[in-house]
């Protein structure tokens, strides 16, 4: 193989690495913002912050939880976060993993995190999963308005 030849697939090789990286950089604003609005949310739970992560959601947000029936409404969504964060042993975070905003909508996806005291009083540790689904608001900010979260098999 002629050093021309190297140079080129090594050139070729650093291209296909870095496009990746390149492409993320170029994340519209209105999808960095969900990404920044879902990081700030993951840290109002983490802080058992019931208000604040009540103020995400839209008035006619639907939550998903897992095991539990629909939530229908911002006053629903947040009986379920206060019903999670009255155990002191819970604990929840999350990663937005993409983000993406089409017109008025966008959604965010990841994996989570919880973890809280089962029935024999042992920690239980759960890894899972994501998607909310965003509403862009008349003041141009950003409401959840499906919030649907689950855990990974064990």
């Not at 002629?2 to 492409?23: C, D």
């Not at 170029?26 to 920044?36: F, G, I, T, Y």
């Not at 802080?47 to 911002?74: E, L």
Request: with cysteine; charged share 25%; hydrophobic share 45%.
């Amino acid at each position: 193989m002629s050093r021309l030849t190297k140079i080129s697939l090594a050139a070729a090789f650093a291209i296909l690495v870095a496009a990746p990286l390149a492409l993320s950089a170029h994340v519209a604003p209105d999808a960095r913002a969900l990404a920044q609005l879902d990081e700030d949310w993951s840290r109002a739970a983490a802080a058992k912050d019931v208000d604040r992560v009540a103020s995400f959601y839209a008035d006619d947000a639907i939550a998903y939880p897992p095991g539990a029936p629909i939530a229908v409404g911002k006053a629903a969504a947040r009986k379920v976060w206060a019903a999670y964060f009255s155990d002191p042993s819970f604990a929840i975070s999350w990663k937005t993993d993409h983000a993406e905003v089409s017109a008025q909508l966008g959604y965010t996806s990841g994996t989570s995190e919880t973890s809280y005291n089962g029935p024999d009083g042992k920690i239980v540790r759960e890894k899972g999963k994501y998607l909310c689904v965003w509403r862009k608001q008349k003041d141009g900010g950003w409401k959840a308005i499906h919030d649907v979260w689950n855990a990974d098999s064990q």
